[in-house]
């Protein structure tokens, strides 16, 4: 079964930076895109940053600018780096991919799905 895993959300100062990361790991075939999106308290969920299989970006217009999104292809492995953190940054930022997997219990088959990781918390103090 695929996992996504995220890691290094934390709390920081207004100004400050984060790093945060999204590990996929399983029996991965290949990985189409990875995104990163966000979720406030009451408010709806946002596209932070998308990759796609070509190495195309795409920021929301709120982190232009100010994150970069990287992606290791060789072990799987999505990178925010995330400057000039403000009040308005802190959401739960969630990873996404779109993840062709070897079928469990069936090796020559193959299986498409978008997949979710739980979560990382970031929030910044003003």
């Known amino acids: 079964q695929v996992q996504l895993v995220e890691s290094g959300g934390g709390l920081v100062q207004a100004g400050g930076s984060l790093r945060i990361s999204c590990q996929v790991s399983?029996?991965?075939?290949?990985?189409?895109?990875m995104a990163w999106y966000r979720q406030a308290a009451g408010k709806q969920r946002e596209l932070v940053a998308k990759?796609?299989?070509?190495?195309?970006?795409t920021y929301g217009d709120s982190v232009k600018g100010r994150f970069t999104f990287s992606r290791e292809n060789a072990d799987y492995t999505g990178y925010l780096q995330m400057n000039s953190l403000q009040p308005d940054d802190s959401a739960v930022y969630l990873c996404?991919?779109?993840?062709?997997?070897?079928?469990?219990?069936?090796?020559?088959?193959?299986?498409?799905?978008?997949?979710w990781g739980q979560g990382t918390l970031v929030t910044v103090s003003s």
């Open positions: 996404n991919a779109g993840v062709w997997e070897v079928v469990p219990d069936d090796d020559q088959y193959q299986r498409y799905g978008e997949r």
């Open positions: 399983g029996r991965i075939v290949s990985i189409s895109h």
């Open positions: 990759i796609n299989s070509s190495g195309q970006t």
